[in-house]
């Protein structure tokens, strides 16, 4: 299990992702890294965590799993039988375990878990030091390998990204992306458009010009000679000179994908202005939203104004979820 810190965009928050899908904010105990889980075995709070790492004998049948997050998060279940042990039944939190109405709550977050935990596990890393770092994922029944730095936010492969990428690919059939015309905006590495052109799409990857580089490089890359059709790649500063380089007359995008575009930078009305831009009356947005600050999070409602949306997915334990939209008021569908 490889676990990684990476700060949350324009936060001060760190959060972990870890490549079994273990994640901290599932469990109310382990947002303090420094406080032990109640469900822990014996791995004391005053243990450093970086010490904590595989000591302590985890509970998680997965037996890469050597961390105490998934004690947390999964095994609800003992938790409350746990808790049926112990005198701490005034914690609102055990309150809130024992309601009956919260079982359903719980049962979607063990199934959130997952499909989570799976598309975690599409992650992986070289067995072997090489010169050029990368990263690796398994979609399509392709090992796609990503380069990434860690100057800025586009550099990196967000899990927002590995959530769209599953989405693409596990409901290929229904979102048919075989000759479609696709765009993605906010492309940062180019994973989700790399799947998008595996699965047979036409793609266009945008971003901003200093991503460009590292963008064409892993596109090529893991493209060249696999896909049916060469992805472009372009530029796209959010409601920069659209009408030049992207005129409505000749947009034809059968889709929008954008994953994790919504975060504390001061471009979101740019944002909503570029998929009203890119958007036509028959044009679906898949769109992967990260929930982080409630200032940003408020684009949903600024969002909804222009556009139908249909949240399709949820998964609470990553503050994810994944949104269908169409334009407002169109003709035809
Ligand atoms: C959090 S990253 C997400 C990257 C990628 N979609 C992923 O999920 O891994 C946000 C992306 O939006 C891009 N971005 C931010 N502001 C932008 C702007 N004004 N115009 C175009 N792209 C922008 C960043 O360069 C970055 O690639």
């Known amino acids: 299990m490889e676990i990684y810190m990476y700060s949350e965009p324009q936060t001060s928050m760190h959060t972990c992702r ?23 075995t014996g791995i004391p709070a005053s243990l450093p965590y970086n010490q904590r790492r595989r000591s302590g004998s985890c509970q998680d049948p997965n037996p890469r799993c050597l961390d105490s997050w998934p004690l947390c998060s999964v095994y609800l279940s003992s938790f409350q039988e746990m808790i049926k042990k112990t005198s701490m039944y005034s914690h609102p939190l055990i309150h809130h375990l024992m309601d009956p109405e919260a079982h359903k709550e719980i049962r979607e977050n063990y199934d959130d878990k997952q499909v989570v935990t799976e598309i975690m596990a599409r992650c992986f890393t070289p ?10 994922f398994h979609f399509v029944g392709h090992e796609i390998r990503i380069t990434e730095a860690m100057d800025c936010y586009g550099a990196v492969v967000w899990p927002s990204a590995l959530v769209l990428c599953y989405f693409l690919e596990t409901n290929a059939k229904q979102y048919n992306m075989i000759d479609k015309n696709v765009i993605e905006i906010g492309a940062g590495t180019g994973l989700v458009s790399i799947v998008a052109s595996l699965l047979g799409a036409h793609v266009t990857a945008t971003d901003l010009p200093e991503l460009l580089g590292n963008l064409q490089y892993n596109i090529s890359r893991n493209t060249k000679m696999k896909s049916k059709h060469l992805p472009q790649v372009k530029e796209l500063s959010w409601g920069v000179a659209l009408d030049k380089n992207f005129p409505r007359s000749s947009n034809n995008f059968d889709y929008i994908l954008a994953a994790d575009v919504v975060y504390a930078h001061p471009f979101l009305e740019e944002l909503l202005v570029t998929f009203d831009h890119l958007c036509k009356e028959t044009t679906i947005i898949i769109w992967v939203m990260k929930f982080r600050l409630e200032k940003e999070n408020k684009f949903v409602d600024r969002f909804k104004e222009l556009f139908d949306l249909e949240e399709i997915s949820s998964f609470p334990s990553l503050d994810i979820k994944l949104y269908k939209a169409m334009k407002k008021n169109r003709r035809s569908a």
């Not at 490549?19 to 420094?34: E, H, Q, V």
């Not at 067995?127 to 690796?136: K, M, P, Q, R, V």
């Open 18 to 40: 870890c490549t079994d899908g273990c994640a901290p904010p599932a469990c109310p105990f382990s947002l303090n890294r420094k406080e032990s889980c109640p469900l822990n």
């Open 127 to 136: 067995t072997l030091i090489t010169t050029t770092s990368w990263e690796g």
